[in-house]
């Protein structure tokens, strides 16, 4: 069954630090890959995806993923965090074969001013 | 842009009764839409797939009966939460995608169901 993994559920870093949220998926044929994040009491805004070509993709509020193809992962990753960006992160693939798009489970990050 | 718009944002129901929510795309013409149901602290739960005109495909483990979906259009599609429970109450989103690969999906803003 196709299946997205997050690993880290909740992740705490200071101000300035680097992040790197894992994303892992089941194998399903050809994906598209997108990372969401949800700011406390809004919707879902969009980071980035990946559909083809260059496996690192930048996104909006200088973050960035790198599809890895032979590891199933498309990890999200921003080098210096600011306070704001404390929200919930969710990877998701949308599997071709099967049109639909399933999330992972979620990391929740909060920055430390 | 593309923008979808979910309707009510809160809604608060008694036990036994039925609730409808409304998901429109405001810009274009949704091939698909997708509901969602998501817990607190947890991840967006797939509940199923509608397509206009058709049938919608529901998640395994999800009563197709007691959530009824309709998508009468390329712009609407509705969620009815059948004599709604207790443990009905969740956030309820949906997302609608532009073509049919489904290669980028649009969400609503959520709604807020309380089943008191």
């Known amino acids: 069954a196709q299946s997205v993994s997050q690993h880290n559920h909740h992740v705490i870093l200071s101000e300035a630090a680097s992040l790197e949220l894992g994303c892992n998926y089941s194998y399903g044929g050809t994906v598209n890959l997108f990372w969401y994040v949800q700011y406390p009491g809004q919707h879902l805004q969009l980071l980035l995806k990946?559909?083809?070509?260059?496996?690192l993709v930048k996104g909006i509020k200088g973050f960035e993923a790198e599809f890895i193809k032979s590891k199933f992962s498309f990890n999200l990753r921003k080098p210096s965090v600011q306070w704001s960006d404390t929200a919930e992160y969710f990877c998701a693939v949308n599997y071709s074969s099967a049109s639909k798009i399933i999330f992972g489970s979620g990391t929740r990050l909060s920055i430390r001013p | 842009g593309a923008v979808v718009s979910q309707h009510p944002s809160r809604v608060i129901c008694k036990s036994g009764t039925s609730v409808k929510i409304e998901c429109r795309s405001l810009?274009?013409?949704?091939?698909?839409m997708f509901w969602y149901r998501q817990f607190p602290k947890q991840s967006l739960m797939l509940m199923a797939t509608?397509?206009?005109?058709?049938?919608?495909?529901?998640e395994q483990g999800v009563e197709k009966d007691k959530f009824l979906i309709n998508h009468a259009s390329l712009t609407l599609s509705t969620l009815t939460v059948t004599s709604a429970h207790p443990e009905d109450s969740s956030f309820y989103i949906c997302?609608?995608?532009?073509?049919?690969?489904?290669?980028?999906?649009?969400f609503g803003q959520g709604t807020r169901l309380t089943v008191v």
């Open positions: 990946y559909f083809s070509g260059d496996p």
């Open positions: 810009d274009f013409q949704a091939t698909t």
């Open positions: 509608s397509n206009e005109g058709s049938k919608a495909t529901y």
């Open positions: 997302s609608a995608t532009k073509d049919s690969s489904n290669t980028e999906a649009f």
